[in-house]
């Protein structure tokens, strides 16, 4: 079945660093991706999105690009915040689409001063 | 526009009891999702509505697990005789089709 694998976390940077978060997918057809970010004690609010192969999602700061022939859709971040700490999840939505989301176990990130 | 509501946020009960969680869609949105989040792992797919209809429900354990989104007011889901493995973090989600979907703050359910 569909599925998707991130990387393990915690991971801890430093003010300014640069971020990668993996994320590798599996699945038939051609699904949407998505990253979601989760700040503590609240719900997932939608970080950025991509709907086709090459396609980049951006928002604040964020990029991923949804790449077919490596299945992949990576979170970067070219400097990070102490504000971004929170846990991403990368998710997808297959092409069979009820719009139901599947999701990796997600990344936790910790960024100190 | 307010955003997707869900009530209440922290719910305990004990082993036997029943659990009633509540979600409001954000306005104009008639499709509804229920997702599970057990402690340290992502969120599990459970229940997919629109108004009057289930959907999917491909997530939902087979007993004691029902939802319901009816014509007026709230999605409903509602565990019966919880045990402590019902222990979890409840999110609803809404969109106004099969497109984005919008979270709501969750249901922290604990049973002792």
């Known amino acids: 079945g569909d599925s998707v694998t991130q990387m393990e976390g915690p991971v801890t940077l430093s003010e300014e660093a640069f971020l990668t978060i993996n994320c590798t997918y599996t699945?038939?057809?051609?699904?949407?991706l998505f990253w979601y970010v989760q700040y503590p004690g609240e719900g997932l609010q939608l970080l950025l999105k991509?709907?086709?192969?090459?396609d980049k999602g951006s928002n604040k700061g964020f990029e991923a690009t949804y790449r077919k022939e490596t299945t992949s859709f990576h979170l970067e971040k070219g400097s990070v915040q102490v504000s971004d700490s929170a846990v991403y999840f990368c998710?997808?939505?297959?092409?069979?689409?009820?719009?139901?989301?599947?999701f990796g176990q997600g990344t936790t990130l910790q960024v100190k001063p | 526009n307010a955003g997707v509501m869900q009530n209440p946020r922290h719910l305990v009960r004990r082993r036997g009891q029943e659990a009633r969680l509540r979600c409001s869609p954000m306005?104009?949105?008639?499709?509804v999702y229920w997702y599970r989040q057990l402690p340290e792992e992502g969120l599990k797919f459970m229940v997919y509505?629109?108004?009057?209809?289930?959907?999917?429900e491909s997530g939902m354990p087979k007993e004691r697990f029902s939802a319901e989104f009816p014509k007026e007011g709230p999605s409903i889901l509602r565990i019966q005789q919880v045990v402590r493995g019902d222990s979890a973090a409840y999110f609803c989600?809404?969109?106004?089709?099969?497109?984005?979907?919008?979270f709501g703050p969750g249901t922290r359910l604990l049973v002792l």
């Open positions: 509505l629109q108004k009057e209809n289930i959907i999917d």
């Open positions: 699945a038939t057809g051609y699904p949407s």
């Open positions: 998710a997808l939505s297959p092409s069979s689409n009820t719009g139901k989301l599947i």
């Open positions: 306005k104009g949105h008639s499709h």
């Open positions: 991509a709907t086709k192969a090459d």
């Open positions: 989600a809404s969109s106004p089709s099969v497109e984005t979907q919008y």
